[in-house]
């Protein structure tokens, strides 16, 4: 069995962090495995992110649960986000800000196993 490794991919790119935003929609169609590394910094953002995906270009988009939020506090951090099963068409990240301001850059890694 072969496997594709698709070179990372900014979703968020030294985004601020001043306002509640979203990336732009992500194809992962043809994935199997991802993995979202984030990492913030600033004067002490406070605010969540949360995994989208929809299942065609044109859907809805609807939250994935990881069972707990992922929060984004302090200076600086990071927080690593593994899909082990991707099948959506489109992932994207939103952050919700409650407070703070930074700037956020999020990478996508991922894999397509058996190609």
Partial sequence: MSKR???????WDATS??????????NVQYLDKASIFVE???????GAITVQARNKS????YDLDFGSAISVSGATGSHSIVLN??????IR??????S????????????????
């Fill in 5 to 11: 490794v698709v070179p990372g991919y900014k979703m």
């Fill in 17 to 26: 962090l001043g306002a509640t935003t979203s990336s732009d929609a992500t």
């Fill in 40 to 46: 913030w910094t600033g004067t002490v953002p406070v």
């Fill in 58 to 61: 044109d859907g809805t988009w």
């Fill in 85 to 90: 099963e991707v099948p959506f068409v489109d």
């Fill in 93 to 98: 990240l939103t952050y919700t800000r409650t």
């Fill in 100 to 115: 703070g301001t930074g700037t956020i850059t999020a990478t996508l890694v991922s894999k397509a196993v058996g190609v």
